[in-house]
């Protein structure tokens, strides 16, 4: 072979190893951005087991500062002695 021709294959041999290590031949898609680290829940503080905790115990429930009036509503008695008066009930009874 002479010395042009070896050269002219050894240039289209060098252009197309090069095109495709450069990705000139198929364009690859990028790959997908890796997922976002799982970051663990966090866990409230075990409670307590140091003493007994009265489950059946009535507790108060404040209510917030910006809530209506509380209405413990009204008794209107429709027979009987007490007929057509009406009376509030208050949070004592």
Known sequence: MNNRKQQWILAVVL?????????CEKKKTPPPPPP???VAPQMPPPMPTDRT?????????????????????????????????????????
């Open 53 to 93: 905790v009265d489950l059946s115990a009535t507790i108060a429930i404040s209510p917030g500062i910006d809530t209506s009036p509380i209405s413990y509503g009204k008794i209107k008695f429709v027979s009987g002695a007490l007929t057509g008066q009406q009376f509030d009930v208050k949070p004592e009874g």
């Open 15 to 23: 252009s197309s190893l090069l095109a495709l290590v450069m990705g």
């Open 36 to 38: 976002p680290p799982r």
